[in-house]
T-cell receptor, first 109, second 114 residues
Framework: TQLLEQSPQFLSIQEGENLTVYCNSSSVFSSLQWYRQEPGEGPVLLVTVVTGGEVKKLKRLTFQFGDARKDSSLHITAAQPGDTGLYLCWSNTGNQFYFGTGTSLTVIP | EAGVVQSPRYKIIEKKQPVAFWCNPISGHNTLYWYLQNLGQGPELLIRYENEEAVDDSQLPKDRFSAERLKGVDSTLKIQPAELGDSAVYLC????????????FGPGTRLTVT
């Protein structure tokens, strides 16, 4: 059972455009992480958010945790080809651990 | 510091054959995860160990999948017999025991069942 729904599933944009990826659940998150995965590699952690309403910035990436801790978003400003990859949210509810359904991003030069 | 090591990187087998994957986590990481990942989708947890104890194996198809983590260090995941639908990437990850702990992933083993 996939409790974390990500949207969109696929995204193809031109270099320099902005984009937002969403991660939603009907359950309350204890904490939430965002990972990026490149082809042939394992996912790599980008950020962890813990507090409802929290906003974290990592260079051109902005992560937001919903006030009710049921949703999160990842915003990329001025996307670059190096941002291409599979973006995954991850969370746990109690003792259960889940990855989201994934968003595949392609940034075209 | 060495990362999570997995072997083999690729494996092609015929259906009904057995296969095994090996994972060596980062030194000092007491939590180890095995995930299955289909192309373009999020990884699905198969089993999670804390030290040598399997604390969550609810998604492991126990009729054909088995795993072990002897001595709480490296781990082996086995499939016997393999089915066509088992074709996927099998990822191993490790973390320090913590509910918010960052997971460090290996490169995965790509299994193709023909």
């Amino acid at each position: 059972t996939q409790l974390l729904e990500q949207s969109p599933q696929f995204l193809s944009i031109q270099e320099g455009e902005n984009l937002t990826v969403y991660c939603n659940s009907s359950s309350v998150f204890s904490s939430l992480q965002w990972y990026r995965q490149e082809p042939g590699e394992g996912p790599v952690l980008l950020v962890t958010v813990v507090t409802g309403g929290e906003v974290k910035k990592l260079k051109r990436l902005t992560f937001q945790f919903g006030d009710a801790r049921k949703d999160s978003s990842l915003h990329i400003t001025a996307a670059q080809p190096g941002d291409t990859g599979l973006y995954l949210c991850w969370s746990n509810t109690g003792n259960q651990f889940y990855f989201g359904t994934g968003t595949s991003l392609t940034v075209i030069p | 510091e060495a990362g999570v090591v997995q072997s083999p990187r690729y494996k092609i087998i015929e259906k009904k054959q057995p296969v095994a994957f090996w994972c060596n986590p980062i030194s000092g990481h007491n939590t180890l995860y095995w995930y299955l990942q289909n192309l373009g989708q999020g990884p699905e947890l198969l089993i999670r160990y804390e030290n040598e104890e399997a604390v969550d194996d609810s998604q492991l198809p126990k009729d054909r999948f088995s795993a072990e983590r002897l001595k709480g260090v490296d781990s082996t995941l086995k499939i016997q017999p393999a089915e066509l639908g088992d074709s996927a990437v099998y990822l191993c990850a490790s973390s320090i025991l913590d509910s918010c702990g960052e997971q460090y992933f290996g490169p995965g083993t790509r299994l193709t069942v023909t």
